[in-house]
């Protein structure tokens, strides 16, 4: 189990790094778990939530916010979010784009195009577990004043 401060541990180890010049970009990341709730129409309703505690298996949200709070648009951002130990990649949040991935910190791409080596010096294609930090490029500058999120799933290993 893994209590609230050790969530924040792993918040701090998880904080995105932008590329763009320091100053007006503000990045935020946290982390989050879905609540499921029954709503009065009968259906489920799914809002997500910081976690009292977590477990191993459990899934979790990574978001990563993003804003521009200067006068002037920011071009080239780039929004890197190592992963620690205790977290296992899975994939894109619905709803937002998905990142490239890295295996090694350094080189990215989509999961598909990356390989692992092993010990023996063979490779094989990666695989979720092996990722160890997710990356967005914002396409074009970021408008002064504008803001955005991104966010992937992950499961505490």
Do not use: H
């Not at 521009?68 to 899975?90: H, K, S």
């Not at 991935?101 to 490779?123: A, H, I, M, P």
């Not at 990356?135 to 970021?142: H, K, T, V, Y």
Request: proline share 8%.
């Amino acid at each position: 189990m893994i209590t609230r401060p050790m969530i924040a541990a792993v918040l701090v180890a998880t904080t995105a790094v932008a590329s763009a010049a320091a100053g007006p970009l503000q990045v935020t990341s946290s982390i989050l778990v879905e609540a499921r709730a029954a709503a009065a129409d009968g259906t489920t309703r799914i809002a997500l939530v910081k976690p009292s505690k977590v477990t191993p298996g459990d899934k979790v949200i990574f978001v990563v916010s993003y804003r521009n709070t200067g006068t002037q648009p920011l071009g080239n951002v780039v929004l890197d979010n190592p992963l620690p130990r205790q977290v296992a990649y899975r994939s894109a949040n619905p709803g937002s784009p998905a990142p490239d991935v890295s295996v090694d910190g350094k080189t990215f791409g989509s999961l598909e195009t990356l390989r692992v080596r092993s010990l023996d010096g063979s490779t094989r294609a990666a695989s979720p577990n092996d990722v160890t930090s997710v990356r967005w490029r914002l396409a074009s500058p970021l408008a002064a004043g504008s803001q955005g999120q991104f966010a992937f799933q992950a499961v505490l290993k």
